[in-house]
């Protein structure tokens, strides 16, 4: 049984740093990510890396600002987050692929979501 497991969300102040974790059990994923939903918004991407080739994408709004990493050995995703700000106040979702994902921004391209870690950020 698959199940994607986040965790390390909560309440800081503004400039404050968090680090998400993201454990996947019951499958190896080709490609893992974060994205993210505000109140009153979409779902949107945040950042992905790709396990075989260490590559990774971000969303323009969290560059410079976030890091995604991956322990290959633990199936797992961390996503770095520094200098936080209000707008980065959201619930973030961990998302696995099994295959080849073309549009990594895209939530079609995942086959698997977690469900989800509140990451507040204070003015």
């Known amino acids: 049984q698959v199940q994607l497991a986040e965790s390390g969300g909560g309440l800081v102040q503004a400039g404050a740093s968090l680090r998400l974790s993201c454990a996947a059990s019951g499958r190896t994923f080709s490609t893992m990510a974060w994205f993210r939903q505000a109140p009153g918004k979409e779902r949107e991407f945040v950042t992905a890396?790709?396990?075989?080739?260490?590559?990774?994408y971000y969303a323009d709004s969290v560059k410079g600002r976030f890091t995604v990493s991956r322990a290959n050995a633990k199936n797992t995703v961390y996503l770095q987050m520094n200098s936080l700000k209000p707008e980065d106040t959201a619930v973030y979702y961990c998302?696995?692929?099994?295959?080849?994902?073309?549009?990594?921004?895209?939530?079609?391209?995942?086959?698997?979501w977690g469900q989800g870690t509140q990451v507040t950020v204070s003015s």
């Open positions: 998302a696995a692929a099994l295959g080849v994902v073309w549009s990594k921004d895209r939530e079609r391209g995942y086959d698997y």
């Open positions: 890396i790709v396990g075989s080739t260490g590559n990774t």
